[in-house]
């Protein structure tokens, strides 16, 4: 229930311009003050060709992105194809294109994907994993071990925005910064570093996965980032919620 536990509070959000909107809106009724600073661009790919996609025995989207930019490929799924993604909104983004998804994991990554049970005998399977460009190799590589065929279909690719001096005074005034991926945080850290901000790697952190909590260790932050307990903007309010909780105020 929204409340006024934020009170006073300036929470800065950044995901990509566009995709932001309800998780802002949701930390604003708990009485947060919201800013802005997207840590990636999202640029969609030229559509690349549908021929493995329509011989696929499975298609696995990874991402709310990957639903966004093959919409104008769904059509080619083939009928017997089974859908898997990776995470809720991922089904969510599906289903509300029409897309039955077959299989989703009760966790939100790659390795909870992994686990289920229709993966693990895969001899001659033909996989596509529709993605952003760059990806993280773990999935491919372990459907490929356990037999399956392989290939992606790359649908945009993610950027590093560009800065200005007022793009950092905005994040050193925040009291806590939420992180919705590895890249952004990647690009937290080199905004920091290019701008001569060190203070940025002491403010608090609020992220959707325990990967992303371990990269920020790795990049110089020195707080324990709060972890959200699934992939969803209501996860991480909860996660925003508890550090504020732990103030004591």
Known sequence: MAGHELDGVQVLVTRPAGQADALQEML??????????????????VSPTTTALQEADIVIFV???AVQYARSLLPHLPASAQVGA???ATAAALQAAGVRVDLLPARFDSEAFLALPALQSLRD??????????????????????????????????????WSSSDVQGALAADIITIT??????????????????????RPLAVLHERIASRA???????????????SDAALVEAVLEWRQQQGV
């Open 28 to 45: 604003a009724a708990h009485g947060g003050s919201v800013t802005a600073l997207p840590l990636l661009t999202i640029t969609p790919l």
């Open 217 to 231: 260790m790795q990049l110089g932050f020195t707080l324990k980032p709060f972890v959200a307990k699934q992939a």
């Open 181 to 202: 991926s590895a890249e952004a945080l990647q690009n937290l850290a080199q905004l920091a570093r290019e701008h001569q901000a060190p203070a940025l790697f002491a």
């Open 63 to 65: 991402s709310t992105n």
């Open 86 to 88: 990776i995470g809720q």
């Open 125 to 162: 399977k033909r996989v596509v994993i529709v993605r952003g460009a760059g990806g993280r190799e773990k999935l491919a590589a372990e459907l490929r071990q356990r037999g399956a065929n392989v290939a992606y279909l790359e649908v945009y690719r993610r950027d590093c925005p560009a």
